[in-house]
């Protein structure tokens, strides 16, 4: 045994070990504890900022899909801008529309 293993077994017995003392009896009606006007009213407070959040968060994602809705919107008119400066140009080749499935000579199995 070290001495620090006897210091500690002396200073365990020297520390009175200290007894709980029981909670008095509650002598009035259990039914008449409630939170009081104190609790209805911080409970009010966190609803109503519980709301306001979710009101706030809703603007928010609304407003964000909003923006990307306008720029896919931007994105097209631009590449249709494109499309008809392009065609536009002289001595550029017109613009063919999309065939696809039409030629027989290009389906596969055709």
């Known amino acids: 045994m070290t001495i620090f293993d006897s210091l500690a077994t002396i200073w365990a017995d020297a520390t009175p070990t200290p007894t709980p003392t029981p909670l008095p009896a ?3 009606d259990v039914n008449l504890i409630t939170p009081g006007v104190i609790g209805f009213a911080v409970t009010f ?3 109503i900022a519980t709301v ?3 009101l706030d968060m809703t603007r928010r994602v609304r407003k964000v899909r909003y923006r990307g809705e306008v ?3 931007l994105a097209i008119e631009q590449a249709e801008e494109a499309l008809a400066a392009a065609d536009a140009e002289p001595g550029s080749r017109p613009a063919r529309p999309s065939t696809e499935g039409d ?3 290009r389906t596969p199995g055709g």
């Open 26 to 28: 509650y002598e009035g």
């Open 45 to 47: 407070l966190i609803a």
């Open 52 to 54: 306001l959040l979710l």
């Open 71 to 73: 720029r896919e919107q």
């Open 103 to 105: 030629d027989p000579a």
